[in-house]
């Protein structure tokens, strides 16, 4: 009795952490392909009617860039990192660039240069 019990315990959680993974691997297939129909300009209220709610709560968020999670390196630590996250980088309320590429170049480089000065 016991033993059966434990077992279909064990089969739950498996059942759990499947369904959690596919969850997790919908969102980012859904938002590659929201960010398909971004446009530089667009608002901040727009780009929620596309994208949807952005990653909160994390160190690197921040009201001007947007994160939405798009890749998986790390399967089975459960976190979303940066690296993991298509940034959104909004100037003046309005879409000015997205990537990792615009980020890096727009947002990271400046900050530096300003640390230097």
Known sequence: MIKNL???????MLVATAALLCTASCAKYQNRDNALNLRVGMTKEETLAVMGEPLRGKQYC????WFYYIETRWC?????????????VFKDGKIAGWGVQYYKCNVLYQEEREREE
Do not use: A, G, N, Y
């Not at 979303?80 to 940034?87: A, G, L």
């Open 6 to 12: 434990e077992c279909r315990r064990l089969f739950l």
């Open 62 to 65: 921040r009201p001007d860039v």
């Open 76 to 88: 089975w630590d459960f976190q979303s990192t940066r690296d993991e996250c298509m940034p959104i």
